[in-house]
């Protein structure tokens, strides 16, 4: 927990004072502040101190020579469905013949086919087939983790969902948030989607909200799952607990998502493929975080976030894995940096702020994560020997990254 990093060829993120704890916003998402040929100091697992080289202190802990690589803080996916039973490689086979989404969904696969699977699996095992994914995208930089339930649209299955999560932040080094997404689809046995739909409102979310499970309530705001309306009656709701809202908004269509987000005072709205100008508007001046999942948009081979006029327009915008079974199975987040800078034209700097300061807003953890801040948990990424940062998503197919510490343990290496 203990930990100093010396010859940092150039220490990425650097914030002080109140810059630390806003998210980045327009202009100034293009904007990474840094310091050259410097030094790190981690104590009792927080950043105590960085700065010159010629001013490191003499301290009696674990030294760490970074031989001048590149040091930035620890990745935050702020939305992930991490907990799952099993992959849908089937599923991709049909992609590739040119079924869609919807097509795919409506003759029992997508959502309901992970639901299925994981209606089968016990707690312990979900754990087990989680801690693999836990471990691998520890390697790609994580630290910081959401995890929704959504697959097991039943309210024991949704709760065995939220405790596999819980375990995960209790037992390993990442910090999670967990979010309760009952309101992800309609069962097939539900033939009045009222049914369903008070099930997760008076079964699921007083169970959920008794027994601590989770920080957020989600909802598939879509046509085809949930109208806008029942979204935001579903986020309300769970405001009453004490969550607050994260809505998957304007995936396949412009769906309203975006304007009941704001309208609800969510935390924020993600995927967002479909975006017109009346959407952005609604987000200016709100306190909703835009989180675009480029891996997603790859994956479905659909039209991309819209990240340019969202940022031109003065918004923040945060990005995240989606990491799932259907749709997105990757938790890379240096790749969504790349496919964020080809896909979105978004520059390095842009992409680094937005899957650190502005994801770590998306789940609420930046006063801790997000920055290379005195103060904050002593989480970074160390790189291979690298020509600069620009190369981190330049080169979405190699390995960039030597070494992960979180809360100054070197967990990976």
Known sequence: MNLLITNIKELAQVRRGEDAFHWVTGNDMALLPSLSNAYLLIEKGVIRDFGPMTQVPEVRFETLDANGKYVLPTFVDSHTHLVFAASREEEFVDKIKGLSYAEIAAKGGGILNSAKKLQKATEEELYQFALKRVHEIIGFGTACVEIKSGYGLTVEDELKMLRVAKRIGKETPLTVKTTFLGAHAIPKEYSDRNEYIDLVMNQMLPRVAEEGLADYVDVFCEKGFFTPEETERIIREGQKYGLKGKIHANQLNISGGVQIGVKTD?????????????????????????????????????AYPPARDMIEAGLPVALATDYNPGSAPCGKMPLMLSLACIQMKMTPQEAINAATMNSAYAMEVLQTHGSITKGKAGSVIITKEIPSLDYLPYAFGSDSIETVVIDGVVVSH
């Open 266 to 302: 969510s935390l924020s709205v993600d995927h967002l493929e479909s975006m017109g100008r009346e959407e952005i508007d609604a987000l200016i001046g709100s306190q909703t975080m835009p989180t675009l999942l480029p891996g997603a948009a790859f994956f479905l081979q659909s």
